[in-house]
């Protein structure tokens, strides 16, 4: 067979094709662990961040040993000891028919069409009190399922903080929910109104600061409209009715002991 005959090339090429195939897999095998922690690390500095105690030259165990975490049946509106915190997956939940629900359309504002009968929720603690809940969100943006992490006051209804730790938007678009100062604008405001109404708003521009409603409106993004919709349509999914309110309610009203 001459070098360049049609066979040489073509067993060339297999062979390469092979020795690549293995060198991509074996290297998704061996770094898969790596990734799946680098993943969890990340989750919880996202959740410090929400809660505005990320500090960088900290190591990220350290920090998150005040944050205990607990799950809570969205049903009954509190916690539940029927799953281990540790390796609760809700996502999963989610998929799963005996643990998650079903949306019905006309409530499904964040557009995920079901979602986990059972949340993980972060709590602060300082001395027996609570001090922040953090409490996982999700919905749809423009391109991608955002998901993100809604920081609570002890008063559950001043927002600490908010991020969002996974979506798939348009860097320099709808990406600039990552933006520091974008998220910065959330300290402080309000979720609910006096008589406990979903209240929260995210505006089409800019939130005039004088008006009596600037607690309760967060700025829009620019060219990126629809991020934005649902940045505000998942969070009065999950601050209303069928998402977390019954449970703050109730934790409000009667403490963290039953
Ligand atoms: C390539 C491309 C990527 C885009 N990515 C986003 C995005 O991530 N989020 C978003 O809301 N709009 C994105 N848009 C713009 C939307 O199509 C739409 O024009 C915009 O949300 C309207 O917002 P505005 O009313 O503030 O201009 C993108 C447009 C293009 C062409």
Redesign the pocket.
């Known amino acids: 067979m001459s070098r360049d005959s049609t066979g040489k090339i073509l067993s060339v090429a297999f062979l390469l094709c092979l020795v690549c195939s293995i060198l991509v897999s074996t290297a998704a095998v061996v770094l898969s662990e790596r990734q799946e922690r680098n993943k969890i690390e990340e989750k919880r500095k996202n959740i410090l961040q929400a809660a505005g105690l990320y500090q960088e030259d900290l190591s990220i165990a350290e920090q998150y040993a005040r944050i205990e975490q607990r799950i809570v049946d969205l049903q009954s509106a509190w916690f539940t000891e029927q799953f281990d915190p540790a390796t609760f997956d809700s996502r999963a939940a989610a998929r799963a028919p005996e643990t998650s629900r079903v949306i019905p359309e006309s409530l499904d504002l964040a557009d995920i069409k079901s979602r986990s009968r059972f949340k993980d929720v972060y709590l602060v603690m300082d001395d027996g009190q609570l001090q922040q809940l953090i409490l996982p969100v999700h919905g749809k ?3 991608s399922t955002m998901y993100g992490f809604v920081s609570l006051a002890s008063d559950l209804n001043t927002v600490n903080g908010f991020a969002f730790y996974e979506h798939g ?2 860097p320099g ?3 600039e929910i990552d933006n520091p100062n974008w998220k910065q604008q959330w300290r402080g405001k309000k979720i609910y109104g006096e008589a406990g109404e979903v209240r929260i708003k995210v505006l ?1 521009g800019a939130v005039d600061k004088t008006s009596a409603d600037a607690v309760y409106q967060a700025d829009g ?8 919709r649902g940045v505000d349509n998942l969070l009065k999914y999950w601050m209303g009715e069928d998402g977390y309110q019954p449970f703050l309610a109730r934790l409000q009203e009667q403490g963290l002991k039953r």
């Open positions: 943006g423009l391109w938007e348009t678009l709808g990406g089409k993004l620019a060219g990126s409209t629809l991020t934005a």
